[in-house]
């Protein structure tokens, strides 16, 4: 049913280094829900949550459709994720050279292409929030450039032994990340949660786009450690409920700490630290980023392999390190954050559609192409283009040049988006439903 990636023996403690090694299968339910657990916890989505509580354009949303827009785009980007990733658990594959199945090798480097640089982008994202955090706690003493360097460091060691690494989150970090939100929790519940004034529902689906845009940008991430688990059943359970549970509970700290601040988005780790022992807590946190960025780095270097399969991994993760750490250095914001993440949701929710369709319900009844030659599929970018299409018509986020384009594609074919469009939603929608006639149309000629 499936061609896989052909086999050499595999080393059994260890991701393999070459991309036609059979992966190890060592990953249990446990190690991997622990892994999306880290995952779903970022310092970045503390200030993400801004995007939910304070979507681009329109007014504040309510608590209850903060949590509720949260909760829903969590629970269907980890639920794209969780499907790309039960594919890379079937077929052994990492997330790049599964693709070669859907669109051809050679085709498979468009995406390859795009997601080597949001995972850079991520990268340079993770250090730099790392950096902030590490301010923050020092009181802005701690040398950024030094900062970023050390942390550069310890994910590129991480992403050298990933297996490794998976194993020692799930036995010592989940238990003090899960440790230090429920105090965070409990410490900002024992003061009132203020309403923002002048709330408004008309930015529900947009809070939506921007937290599921977070989670379906592991899409293009997650059968590089799917791979090696040991069923598909068990990684797909696995990503979705410590996801789901590390990313919402993460937004909800996120949101209360900005009531707490009174709206000020500057001021969410203050508010954090402002709380008894905070700072030790905080520290924690802090350090947990570490994963973020190392599984930006190890998923770079993974996606460079599906076009120079034959150069060791570990060289490639070294290389991306560096790399990462040198375009961090400079980095001191996220002024364009939001526009990052719709343009990360464009590309990949689509994507998602598309490969999920066509691998449970086309092609893989025929065979999973993904040797080397497998033959190019172009009429499988169609579905993708329209499914990007459809996400820009929608949201084309608040780019002047770009949003200016869309506009006059909305106005040309009469089209303006009401607040109930979903951008992620609808173009994930247009996606399947191409790919699905698609499907179709190859059962028959079969």
Not at 154 to 183: D, E, F, N, Q
Not at 315 to 328: D, E, P, W
Request: contains cysteine; neutral net charge.
């Amino acid at each position: 049913m499936t061609t896989a990636i052909p086999a050499v023996p595999p080393d059994r403690r260890e991701a393999p280094l070459l991309l036609d090694t059979e992966p190890p299968r060592t990953l249990s339910f446990s190690d991997q829900a622990a892994f999306w657990l880290n995952l779903g916890v970022s310092l970045i989505g503390f200030s993400g949550a801004a995007t939910v509580l304070l979507p681009n354009g329109h007014p504040p949303l309510s608590i209850a459709g903060a949590l509720l827009a949260t909760f829903v785009g969590t629970v269907a980007g980890i639920a794209m994720v969780a499907g790309t990733g039960a594919v890379g658990t079937r077929t052994g594959a990492p997330a790049m050279a599964v693709l070669r199945g859907l669109f051809g090798t050679k085709l498979s480097y468009l995406p390859t292409a795009a997601n080597i640089v949001q995972c850079i982008g991520w990268g340079v994202f993770e250090l730099t929030v790392i950096a902030l955090g590490v301010s923050a706690l020092t009181d802005d003493r701690a040398p950024h450039a030094l900062v970023i360097i050390a942390a550069g460091i310890l994910c590129t060691v991480m992403a050298i032994w990933p297996l490794r690494v998976l194993h020692i989150l799930r036995k010592y970090v989940s238990v003090a990340v899960g440790i230090a939100l429920v105090y965070f929790t409990i410490q900002l519940l024992r003061q009132p949660v203020p309403e923002l004034p002048n709330t408004s529902w008309s930015g529900f689906f947009p809070a939506v786009d921007a937290t599921l845009a977070v989670s379906v940008s592991f899409v293009p991430l997650a059968a590089d450690y799917t791979r090696h688990s040991r069923s598909a059943r068990g990684a797909a359970g696995a990503a979705t409920l410590g996801y789901s549970v590390g990313q919402f509970w993460c937004y909800l700290l996120g949101i209360l700490a900005i009531l707490q601040a009174g709206g000020d988005v500057d001021h969410i780790f203050d508010t954090l630290l402002g709380v008894t022992a905070g700072w030790a807590f905080f520290a924690v946190l802090v350090l947990r980023e570490s994963d973020q960025s190392f599984a930006n780095v190890y998923s770079t270097a993974m996606s460079i392999q599906n076009l120079l399969p034959r150069v060791d991994r570990r060289l490639l993760a070294l290389g991306v390190g560096v790399l990462v750490t040198l375009l961090a250095l400079p980095v001191r914001d996220f002024t364009d954050y939001g526009n990052f993440l719709y343009l990360i949701g464009s590309v990949f929710v689509p994507l998602s559609a598309v490969l999920i369709i066509d691998y449970f319900f086309g092609s893989s009844r025929q065979g999973w192409n993904l040797s080397q030659t497998a033959p190019s599929r172009p009429f499988m970018l169609l579905p993708w283009i329209i499914g990007f299409v459809v996400y820009q018509l929608c949201n084309p986020g608040s780019v002047p040049w770009w949003a200016n384009l869309w506009t006059k594609v909305q106005d040309a074919i009469g089209f303006h988006p009401q607040w109930w469009s979903s951008a992620s939603l609808f173009s994930w929608l247009a996606a399947a439903f191409v790919t699905a006639i698609l499907v179709v149309v190859q059962r028959r000629r079969a």
